[in-house]
Nanobody, 121 residues
């Protein structure tokens, strides 16, 4: 199983980025694909998650109204559209997969390699 995260970069505060997570190696039916982020010296935190069916979506309070998670099942890809970015959104963003939803990084079976998002003020 492979999760390949991409799309990070440097953006000014107020700007937008779209992250992608390409999933391969198995069928993800019944799985939840999540995004987490980890700032330097901080713990890894939940950002958003979506069931592979697309029927359920979850967001951290800190990103509600600014970030949108979606998936393209035909392309086996999950996206995280990030708008109105703030300096505090600066972190390495990881995608992960597991059966059933959890807002905790523990229990996620598969992880991508991370993509760095830097928001400058």
């Amino acid at each position: 199983v492979q999760l390949q995260a991409s799309g990070g970069g440097l953006v000014l505060a107020g700007g937008s980025l779209r992250l992608s997570c390409a999933a391969s190696g198995r069928t993800f039916s019944g799985y939840v694909l999540g995004w987490f982020r980890q700032a330097p010296g901080k713990e890894r935190l939940f950002v958003a998650a979506i069931t592979w069916s697309g029927g359920s979506i979850y967001y951290a309070d800190s990103v509600k109204g600014r970030f949108t998670i979606s998936r393209d099942s035909a392309e086996n890809t999950v996206y995280l559209q990030m708008n109105s970015l703030k300096p505090e959104d600066t972190a390495v963003y990881y995608c992960a997969a597991r059966r059933g939803y959890s807002g905790s990084p523990s229990g996620y079976d598969y992880w991508g390699q991370g993509t760095l998002v830097t928001v400058s003020s």
